[in-house]
C-alpha cells in the first residue's frame, strides 16, 4: 500500500520482504547523556524469529501475573470471530478490506469488547483478555481473543459475546460462529493436571498463534514461512496492525519487568548495514518505538469509529527498552 494508491498482494509482499531483508542489519545508537558514551545493538523488528522469544516472555509474564492473582481459579476461554472473503457475488474481498474495511472481521471489535465486559460483570467474574490475529491457509485473517476469566465458565456464557460480533461485522455469518462448536468457543482450565481440558503452559498455548514453528517445534525464519503467514504478515505491516491487543490488565501484567524510572540513555542513531550512523534530531525516534502496547479503546473498528491502530513504528521497535541501571537492552 502506497499513499492512496492499491497494489497487488505479490508487489506488497514483495516491499514486505525486502523491509525485513534490509532491516536485518540495522541496529540503533544510544548515548548516555551524562558521560557521552554509545552503545548500538540490535534491533529485531516483530517479523524477526528474536522477536518471537520475547514475546513469548510477555506471555509467561502474564501468565505468572495471572496465576498470582486468580490462582487455581484461572480458566481461559478462546472465542474465535471470522468473516467471509467473499462478497454476494462470490468474488474474492480486498485482503485488506476483510480485515479492516467497515464490514471487515474488526468491524465488531468495539461491539465485542462491550459485550464481554457486559457477560463478565453480570457474572461477577474478574477477567483479562489478549486478541491475537491468525491467518487462513488463504492468507486472510480471523481473530482469536483469549479471556482469562477467575472462575468457572462454559461455553454458553460467551453466546452473546459472539452474536454481538455477527450482528455487527456485515461479512460474519451465524452459521461459521456456532458456540457449541470447540472451533468458536473453547474453554480450558489452566492447571498443572494433564487432561485435554487443563492448559498447562499458557505462554506455549498462546505464542502457538503469534509465530510459525517446523514439525520439530523450531522457529521457521519469516521469509522461509509458508506463503498464508507472510501474506498476513503483509497485511499486518502494510496497515500498521498490531499482531495482538491486551487488555489494559493483561499489558500491566507483561510490562512488570519494564521499568517506568527516568534514563540517562537516549536515542541518538540509526546504523545501517554498512555502518553509518545516521544521527536523529533530538526527539526524533527514527521509527524506534519505545513506549507500551496500546490498549486504549475504542480498539479494532471502522477509522470512522476509532483511534488510530498505530503505526509502522512498532516493526521497527521490537522490544527494545532502555533500562536506567543497564541502558539499552532487549528482552
Not at 51 to 74: C, F, I, P, S, W
Not at 111 to 132: K, P
Not at 216 to 234: F, M, P, R, S, Y
Amino acid at each position: 500500500m502506497n499513499g492512496v494508491d492499491a497494489v497487488t498482494v505479490d508487489e506488497a509482499r514483495r516491499r514486505w520482504r525486502a523491509y525485513v531483508d534490509e532491516s536485518r542489519d540495522t541496529g540503533v545508537v544510544f548515548e548516555n547523556m551524562a558521560t557521552g558514551d554509545r552503545i548500538t545493538g540490535s534491533n529485531p523488528n516483530r517479523f524477526h524469529p528474536d522477536y518471537t522469544d520475547q514475546q513469548y516472555a510477555k506471555t509467561k509474564d502474564l501468565e505468572r501475573g495471572l496465576r498470582a492473582e486468580y490462582g487455581k481459579r484461572l480458566h481461559t476461554a478462546m472465542l474465535t470471530f471470522t468473516a467471509s472473503s467473499t462478497d454476494d457475488n462470490g468474488d474474492p474481498v480486498p485482503i485488506v478490506d476483510h480485515l479492516d474495511g467497515p464490514e471487515g472481521v474488526l468491524s465488531s471489535w468495539s461491539a465485542v469488547t462491550r459485550e464481554l465486559r457486559r457477560v463478565m460483570d453480570e457474572f461477577g467474574l474478574r477477567y483479562e483478555r489478549l486478541a491475537i490475529l491468525e491467518p487462513h491457509k488463504s492468507g486472510y485473517i480471523h481473530v482469536h481473543m483469549a479471556v482469562f476469566v477467575d472462575g468457572i465458565i462454559a461455553p454458553s456464557m460467551f453466546e452473546s459475546v459472539i452474536d454481538a460480533h455477527v450482528r455487527n461485522c456485515e461479512r460474519a455469518s451465524e452459521d461459521a460462529h456456532d458456540v457449541s462448536d470447540d472451533s468458536t468457543v473453547s474453554v480450558k482450565h489452566v492447571g498443572a493436571d494433564r487432561s485435554e481440558d487443563t492448559i498447562g503452559n499458557l505462554g506455549t498455548y498462546l505464542t502457538e498463534y503469534l509465530a510459525p514453528y517446523d514439525d520439530n517445534g523450531d522457529k521457521v525464519d519469516v521469509l522461509d514461512a509458508e506463503d498464508h503467514i507472510q501474506i498476513a504478515n503483509t497485511i499486518l505491516w502494510a496497515t500498521g496492525k498490531q499482531r495482538w491487543r491486551p487488555s489494559n490488565g493483561a499489558q500491566s501484567y507483561m510490562s512488570r519487568n519494564e521499568s517506568d524510572e527516568p534514563s540517562d540513555w537516549e536515542l541518538v542513531g540509526i546504523e545501517d548495514a554498512d555502518g553509518t550512523v545516521h544521527e536523529l534530531e533530538p526527539g526524533e525516534s527514527g521509527g524506534v518505538d519505545r513506549g507500551r502496547t496500546r490498549t486504549d479503546d475504542p480498539g479494532w473498528g471502522p477509522p470512522s469509529k476509532r483511534e488510530s491502530w498505530g503505526d509502522l513504528a512498532e516493526d521497527r521497535g521490537g522490544g527494545l527498552r532502555v533500562d536506567p541501571d543497564r541502558g539499552p537492552w532487549t528482552d
